[in-house]
């Protein structure tokens, strides 16, 4: 078993209010956008979100971010994300629960 992070990089659209904004360029058109909803994003600035909702058809999405204050946001968004590859003696090993319970701590959990 070994662990991949990867990070993918959009662009903030538009800020829709003090809460929300749009991002693009970090999904294809063709995205299923079902399986990144509740993941954490991460800005520039290092505030953290989580993505609501896709947005349009375009591959466009929709964050919230809690602390608010996002008026004069700009820039880039970041998503990181976590992908286990095992083969199936790997299945079995008692570790893989305390593998899914930190990467949904660390990645799913604004």
């Not at 004069?72 to 286990?84: E, P, Q, V, Y």
């Amino acid at each position: 078993m070994y662990v991949q992070t990867k990070c993918k990089q959009g662009i903030i659209e538009r800020v829709q209010d003090e809460y929300t904004l749009i991002g693009k360029d970090l999904f294809k058109r063709e995205t299923d956008m079902n399986m990144f909803v509740g993941m954490k994003v991460t800005l520039e600035d290092g505030r953290v979100g989580a993505i609501e909702s896709s947005f349009g058809k375009s591959g466009k999405f929709k964050a919230t971010f809690r602390e608010g204050g996002l008026r004069d946001a700009s820039g880039k968004i970041f998503l990181r994300i976590l992908t286990i590859v095992m083969d199936i003696v790997d299945c079995v090993d008692d570790h893989l629960d305390v593998l899914i319970t930190r990467y949904e701590e660390v990645y799913l959990r604004p």
